[in-house]
C-alpha cells in the first residue's frame, strides 16, 4: 500500500493547474513582505483549490514504508506472532549491540531533519523562492550530531553500560534493590514516554522520516533501562539469559 501510494504521488502534479498555481507563487512572493496580511490571504485562499491529492499520498505512504519494515523486525525479533512473547523480550545480545542501536537511532535523525526541512520546502507552494535557512541547517546540525553522538558513546560504554548484565529481560525488576530499580525505571519510563509522544506526532502529522530512528529510539531507551536494573551481580537471583529461560521454563510448564 506504501508503495502504491508513493508510486500514485508521482504520477500526480502538485496543483490541479499548474502554470495558475506558478502565477499565484510568484505574486505570493512578491508581495510577502510589502502587503497586508489580507493581501496574502487572499492570494493563498485562490492556490488551495488547486492542490491535488499528490502530497497526501506522499506523506502516508513514506510513514507506511518506513513503518512496516521496524515493525515487520520487532515481529521477527521478539517472535510476536504469538504476543505472550512479549513477555520475554530482551536487549541486544551485548553492549557493542545496544551502542549500535542507539548510534542508528540518533545518527539517523540528522538526514531525518533535513530531509524533512526539503520536503517541507518542497511542498509549500506559498515560499517558492524564499530563504528558508536550509544552508545554516546543514552547516551546524552535523557537527552538533557528531559531537554529542561521540559523547554519548563514551558515556554509555563506560559509564551506564560498564556493569550491565545483557542480555536482560526488557521488564526485569531487582527485588533486592527495589530503589534503584524504580529511579531508573521512572527516569527512563520518563524518556520512554517523551519518544512514544514523538512517535505519536510524527505518525498524527505524517513526519515518515523521523519513525524509525524513535522506534529504535524506544527500544534502546528501554534495553537501558533493562540494563541498569540488572547491573552487577544479584545474589540469589539468575542475571540475563538464565532469568529468561528460567521465566520461559515456568510459562512453557503453567500452560
Not at 196 to 215: E, K, N
Amino acid at each position: 500500500m506504501g508503495i502504491a501510494l508513493l508510486a500514485a504521488a508521482y504520477r500526480l502534479p502538485a496543483h490541479s493547474d499548474e502554470a495558475r498555481a506558478l502565477e499565484l507563487t510568484i505574486q505570493y512572493e512578491h508581495h510577502f513582505l510589502d502587503s497586508t496580511p489580507e493581501v496574502r490571504d487572499s492570494i493563498e485562499q485562490k492556490i488551495i483549490p488547486l492542490r491535488t491529492s499528490k502530497w497526501s499520498f506522499y506523506r502516508i505512504g513514506l510513514v507506511l514504508c518506513l513503518t512496516t519494515p521496524m515493525l515487520l523486525a520487532a515481529i521477527i525479533r521478539f517472535k510476536l506472532w504469538d504476543i505472550r512473547m512479549l513477555r520475554f523480550a530482551t536487549t541486544p545480545q551485548t553492549r557493542l549491540r545496544l551502542l549500535l542501536l542507539a548510534s542508528v537511532a540518533w545518527l539517523s535523525l540528522l538526514p531525518a531533519i533535513l530531509q524533512e526541512t526539503a520536503d517541507e520546502f518542497t511542498q509549500d507552494d506559498l515560499t517558492w523562492a524564499i530563504d528558508t535557512g536550509n544552508g545554516m541547517f546543514g552547516l551546524v546540525l552535523p557537527p552538533f550530531f557528531l559531537i554529542t553522538w561521540i559523547v554519548s558513546m563514551l558515556v554509555g560504554r563506560f559509564i551506564v553500560l560498564r556493569k550491565a548484565k545483557l542480555p536482560a529481560n526488557l521488564w526485569g525488576w531487582d527485588s533486592d534493590r527495589p530503589s534503584r530499580s524504580l529511579i531508573w525505571t521512572t527516569l527512563y519510563g520518563f524518556l520512554a514516554g517523551i519518544i512514544a509522544i514523538l512517535i505519536l506526532l510524527s505518525w498524527w502529522y505524517r513526519d515518515g522520516w523521523y519513525l524509525p530512528g524513535l522506534l529504535i529510539g524506544l527500544y534502546v531507551i528501554v534495553s537501558t533501562r533493562a540494563a541498569l536494573v540488572h547491573r552487577g551481580e544479584i545474589s540469589g537471583e539468575p542475571q540475563g539469559a538464565s532469568v529468561i529461560a528460567s521465566e520461559a521454563k515456568q510459562s512453557s510448564l503453567a500452560l
